[in-house]
């Protein structure tokens, strides 16, 4: 069944996958986006077709949603977050817009949400000892980091095993922007019981492809790779290389997004949208830097507050929910993404919240 989709987000690197998807696939599309400066640039204008929109301004919001059937919620302010002055603009663009989304739409009379969260929400992921038993590790001590030993250890001191990650696991966010989508997947699943809709949370994992934002603070690590070897320069790779993550291209988010509107789940339904192929960071680097034929990646034993060590997820029940398969796999995504179109659009500093 066709419906009436309001996009937010619509002009953001994975908005207008998306937009092109629902719009692809038949449906009729109400796309907004507030042109962050940060994300977009100063004085950026929303693309044709996109009505630029805060989801912030309830009044705004009342326009747009009259004889939406469905909210597709894109619109955040991403990344792990650079510094504590970044926690007012998550909370506010993050969790206060969600919050102002949800009333409107409750106003509106929509329950169908589809909700993009992130595998942030985890925190350190899923970890088993040597003897395959779950171990629920401590924040990583910098001093530790210091010294160059990243990985969590048990109570004998020996390296604990990742584990895939699937959706009961226990939110744990270790960043702003982790605490900010632990909230937004909050409020969302109050607002489903309190008004009998359905909240579809799609917690990605690490997105990368065409269009992808050029390196700032804020940008994905394929993206920061990417630039500098098209600089000349080697791939600085933090810690030690090892760190396990799903990098799911954007193409396959598109498809997942489109699924989850097009068939709404239970009152709250999160779902790991992930391609299933586990790499480690040192990987990525090393399959970009080949594909682009430039330096090897040069491993710094540097870190970043905030990171986690490993964090995979369990795809399967996105396949037995929504029959989600991703369909790229890093080696061939990773390798493609060496020459596509990104953005060019510069951002301009760190995002406000005013």
Not at 144 to 150: A, K
Not at 164 to 186: F, G, I, M, N, W
Not at 303 to 328: C, K
Request: with cysteine.
């Amino acid at each position: 069944m066709l419906v009436r989709v309001l996009l937010t987000g619509a002009a953001g690197f994975i908005g207008s996958h998306i937009r092109r998807a629902l719009e692809g696939a038949g449906h009729d599309v109400v796309a907004i986006d507030f042109m962050l400066a940060a994300a977009h640039g100063r004085d950026a204008a929303p693309p044709i077709g996109v009505y630029r929109v805060d989801v912030r301004d309830p009044d705004a919001l009342d326009l747009r949603l009259r004889g939406i059937d469905a909210v597709c919620h894109q619109a955040a302010v991403v990344g792990a977050g650079v510094s504590a002055q970044d926690a007012p603009a998550y909370a506010s663009h993050n969790d206060l817009g969600t919050a102002v989304l949800l009333a409107a739409m409750d106003r509106a009379r929509c329950r169908h949400l589809v909700l993009a969260s992130s595998m942030v929400v985890y925190g350190e992921g899923r970890y088993v000892d040597s003897s395959g038993d779950s171990v629920v590790p401590s924040p990583r001590r910098r001093e530790d980091l210091d010294r160059g030993r990243f990985d969590h250890l048990d109570s004998a001191g020996a390296p604990v095993a990742w584990a895939p990650v699937d959706e009961d696991t226990p939110l744990s966010p270790r960043s702003l922007y982790a605490a900010s989508k632990a909230a937004q997947e909050h409020y969302a699943a109050a607002w489903a019981v309190a008004t009998g809709s359905t909240v579809t949370a799609l917690r990605y994992h690490n997105v990368y492809g065409p269009e992808m934002p050029r390196d700032t603070p804020y940008s994905g690590v394929a993206a920061i790779f990417r630039s500098m070897l098209a600089a000349g320069e080697a791939p600085r790779v933090f810690e030690d290389g090892c760190q396990a993550r799903d990098f799911v291209h954007v193409h396959d988010i598109a498809a997942a997004n489109l699924a989850a509107v097009e068939r709404p789940l239970g009152d709250f339904a999160p779902l790991n949208i992930a391609s299933g192929h586990p790499v480690t960071i040192g990987e990525v680097a090393a399959v970009l830097a080949g594909a682009h034929g430039g330096k090897p990646p040069v491993v710094t034993g540097e870190y970043r507050s905030g990171d986690v060590r490993h964090i995979v997820a369990s795809p399967e029940r996105a396949r037995r929910t929504l029959d989600f398969i991703a369909e790229v796999t890093p080696a061939v995504g990773l390798a493609e993404f060496t020459s596509a179109p990104l953005r060019t659009a510069v951002a301009a500093g760190a995002p406000t919240w005013r």
